[in-house]
T-cell receptor, first 113, second 112 residues
Framework: DQQVKQNSPSLSVQEGRISILNCDYT??????FLWYKKYPAEGPTFLIS?????DKNEDGRFTVFLNKSAKHLSLHIVPSQPGDSAVYFC????????????FGSGTRLLVRP | DAEITQSPRHKITETGRQVTLACHQT?????MFWYRQDLGHGLRLIHY???????NKGEVSDGYSVSRSNTEDLPLTLESAASSQTSVYFC???????????FGEGSRLTVL
């Protein structure tokens, strides 16, 4: 039973437009949510996170929104750039399992020039 | 600069062989993790450790073992490799209560 789900395996967006990546979760005990970015043949790298007590966190072109009632979070990238083309993983940490992350299956983003 | 390194980066082995993937970090983090990445499954936790002599099973631990004799290293051993263990393996470390992990570059294992 997947606790963190990314239902869109891929997304294609024109350069300069907004990219919206979505993630759903089932465990109401998650206290932090994170997004990781992964290029081919490299390890995932941390992108942005949000605490469960907040509904928005922004870092430059990247904004994460959390809707606790819907158990849904999204990552917005504005404006999208070709260098953003990568696989994006959503992850969550449970309050009672220090440091351990549960990951979604990933969404491959392609930003077309 | 602190880093986390994995070796080998690529390995091909035969069914039934024992394989060990090395992970070494210079962050001085107490918490270390092994994940495997498979298409359609994302990253799944195999084993993790919160300190020297501490090891714990993750969601897909069958057929794998780890040991933690010092802070820097968490080797992952496949006792008898199976074709289902063909995957890309990532080691990670952390000291952040917010969950931020630092990943190695991965080890691609093929079991024939």
């Amino acid at each position: 039973d997947q606790q963190v789900k990314q239902n869109s395996p891929s997304l294609s967006v024109q350069e300069g437009r907004i990219s919206i990546l979505n993630c759903d979760y089932t465990n109401s005990m998650f206290d932090y949510f994170l997004w990781y970015k992964k290029y081919p043949a490299e390890g995932p790298t941390f992108l942005i996170s949000i605490s469960s007590i907040k509904d928005k966190n922004e870092d430059g072109r990247f904004t994460v929104f959390l809707n606790k009632s819907a158990k849904h979070l999204s990552l917005h990238i504005v404006p999208s750039q070709p260098g953003d083309s990568a696989v994006y993983f959503c992850a969550a940490k449970a309050l009672d399992s220090s440091y351990k992350l549960i990951f979604g299956s990933g969404t491959r983003l392609l930003v077309r020039p | 600069d602190a880093e986390i390194t994995q070796s080998p980066r690529h390995k091909i082995t035969e069914t039934g062989r024992q394989v060990t993937l090395a992970c070494h970090q210079t962050w001085n983090h107490n918490n270390m993790f092994w994940y495997r990445q498979d298409l359609g499954h994302g990253l799944r936790l195999i084993h993790y450790s919160y300190g020297v002599q501490d090891t714990n099973k993750g969601e897909v631990s069958d057929g794998y073992s780890v040991s933690r004799s010092n802070t820097e290293d968490l080797p992952l051993t496949l006792e008898s490799a199976a074709s289902s263990q063909t995957s890309v393996y990532f080691c990670a470390s952390s000291e952040s209560y917010t969950g931020e992990l630092f990943f190695g570059e991965g080890s691609r294992l093929t079991v024939l």
